[in-house]
């Protein structure tokens, strides 16, 4: 598996997308670590052993102006 844990910029549990509070979109179901879906083996990064981040966000207009 690719290690994306470097890359990623945001914590789906409390500040998706870079927005604190965003009501529904939180992903606080999600699991953590190794995932197989239709076969398929990836890895959700745990933003607690990764200095807050787990997902990666790619640019958008609407994202906040304090971010890369």
């Given amino acids: 598996m ?3 844990s470097a890359l ?3 914590d789906p549990f409390t500040a998706p997308f870079g927005v ?4 529904k979109f939180l992903f606080t179901g999600m699991p ?3 995932q ?4 398929v ?3 959700i990064v745990d933003p607690a052993k990764n ?3 787990g997902f990666i966000v790619l640019h958008s207009d609407k994202a906040p102006t ?3």
């Fill in 51 to 53: 200095e807050g981040r």
């Fill in 2 to 4: 690719l290690d994306v």
């Fill in 32 to 34: 953590v670590g190794v």
């Fill in 66 to 68: 304090d971010r890369q």
């Fill in 36 to 39: 197989i879906v239709g076969g």
């Fill in 20 to 23: 604190q509070n965003p009501g």
């Fill in 8 to 10: 990623a910029n945001t």
């Fill in 41 to 43: 083996p990836f890895q």
